[in-house]
Nanobody, 115 residues
Framework: QVQLVESGGGLVQAGGSLRLSCAAS????????MGWYRQAPGKQRELVAF???????KYADSVKGRATISRDNAKNTVYLQMNILKSEDTAVYYC?????????WGQGTQVTVSS
């Protein structure tokens, strides 16, 4: 059974940085497409970024240029580095195994950006 555990969230001032981590177990991690989603209060969950097993990446327009997704297959871990944080980045961030289906979600980690 695949399990994802996020860490690294917290309270940060606007303009600051955070690195989120997601440790995966229970699957052949290097083959998986891994993503980060976020959900702000009262809003739908949205894709922030994903990285394929081959290392290709894609970002939401709202974070392009401020976020970097990366993976360490030796550690079965995917990261999301967020810089120049804005108040609108405040959300619960979820790690997700996107491929293969079905989606598998972590429990989420809260990121709060204070202005």
């Amino acid at each position: 059974q695949v399990q994802l555990v996020e860490s690294g969230g917290g309270l940060v001032q606007a303009g600051g940085s955070l690195r989120l981590s997601c440790a995966a177990s229970g699957s052949i991690f290097s083959d998986n497409t891994m993503g980060w989603y976020r959900q702000a209060p009262g809003k739908q969950r949205e894709l922030v970024a994903f990285v394929t097993g081959g290392g290709a990446t894609k970002y939401a327009d709202s974070v392009k240029g401020r976020a970097t997704i990366s993976r360490d297959n030796a550690k079965n871990t995917v990261y999301l580095q967020m810089n120049i944080l804005k108040s609108e980045d405040t959300a619960v961030y979820y790690c997700c195994r996107m491929v293969p289906r079905p989606y598998v979600w972590g429990q989420g980690t809260q990121v709060t950006v204070s202005s």
